[in-house]
Every structure is written in structure tokens, then in C-alpha cells.
């Protein structure tokens, strides 16, 4: 997120500080709104130490949060854990593939996208399992995957438990999107 999207936190569950030193305190009051509305927060290294301007504050913004509401960790310390920690323990998409592929969540309406972007594209992956959280209140459409080297779209079988939809992508080249409709 950039700071000009603090005020759509409402959409997230967790909101991740990795070296945020400085914040304004307009971005502080918006974070910690976020947090009093339910959402979560994970500070890894110093947070809110200083101002927009680097001037220091006297107090620490977050030192009011509730201990559930906020997991803090410094810098080196194992952010999977803590990650995994202040999301409640548990994410709401996951991507199983070899190193070298980068996955990133997006919502649209209507839909969720899953970017899959093969970082060694002399190397395809293959048969990436992808397991995603399905909001409240949606049922899925269908599971489709699209790319630049597909000659188009593919449907993909899906299988459902609970809230919770799994599918594998049978093989990401350089980039593909899978794309979760809604009906």
C-alpha cells in the first residue's frame, strides 16, 4: 500500500510496517483506526519513531494497541512467523512452487487475481498449488488462467472446503494470472 491508500485499509485484514521509521500523524491516526475497526498489525523494526519531517517522537503511537491486535518483531527476526502470527494464523491465499516464483493478491469486483511471475524463465514451473479464502457472501464461478503465451484463457478445476477453494496451475513460463470469478 502507499500512504495514499491508508484510508481503504478497511478492505485488509493485516497491515505490515517493514521500516516505516517515519509516519505523519495523519497516517498514524488512519492506521490506528484500521486497527480499533478490527484489522490487525504487524510492526517489523522501528515504526513511528519519528514524524514526516524526521522530527522524534516522544512516545510510541502503537503502545495503546491490544496485545492480540499487534505482533512486533525486530529486524532479523523470522517475519514468516511473525507474519503468519498477526494474520491470526492463518493466510488467505496460498501459492506451493519452487523457488523463483513470485505470486501477488489482487481484488477486483467480481474477482480475485492470482500474478504468478517465473523469475527463471529458462526454468518453467510446474503444477503450482494455489489455495485462496473466499470472502463472505461469494460463491465461485469458475477458476481460469490467462497469459501472454497462452493462446487463451484455460479453465482450471477447482475443489472447495469450507471457505476455502484449492486449484493447481499447471505451468507458469514467464507470467500467468489466475483469475477466481464470482458469481
Known amino acids: 500500500l502507499y500512504d495514499n491508500q ?3 485499509l478497511q478492505h485488509h485484514q493485516t497491515l505490515v510496517l517493514a521500516g516505516c521509521a517515519a509516519l505523519s500523524d495523519v497516517q498514524v491516526q488512519q492506521i490506528l483506526k484500521f486497527v480499533d475497526q478490527g484489522g490487525r498489525l504487524c510492526i517489523i523494526g522501528p515504526a ?6 524526521m522530527m522524534p517522537r516522544q512516545d510510541d503511537p502503537f503502545s495503546d494497541i491490544p496485545k492480540d491486535r499487534i505482533v512486533r518483531m525486530e529486524e532479523g527476526s523470522d517475519t514468516g512467523k511473525a507474519l503468519l502470527q498477526s494474520t491470526g494464523g492463518h ?3 496460498g501459492v506451493a512452487a519452487r523457488e523463483g516464483l513470485y505470486a501477488e493478491y489482487t481484488s477486483v469486483p467480481g474477482r480475485q487475481l492470482v500474478h504468478l511471475v517465473n523469475f527463471r524463465p529458462d526454468q518453467p514451473v510446474k503444477d503450482i498449488k494455489v489455495n485462496m479464502t473466499i470472502p463472505e457472501n461469494k460463491s465461485v464461478k469458475s477458476v481460469r488462467i490467462a497469459g501472454p503465451l497462452l493462446e487463451k484463457d484455460q479453465t482450471l478445476k477447482f475443489a472447495k472446503k469450507g471457505r476455502t477453494i484449492y486449484f493447481t496451475v499447471p505451468e507458469v513460463d514467464v507470467y500467468n494470472i489466475a483469475i477466481v470469478e464470482f458469481k
Do not use: G, Q
Open 48 to 53: 513511528a519513531k519519528y514524524n514526516e519531517w
Open 6 to 8: 491508508l484510508d481503504k
Open 91 to 93: 493466510y488467505s491465499a
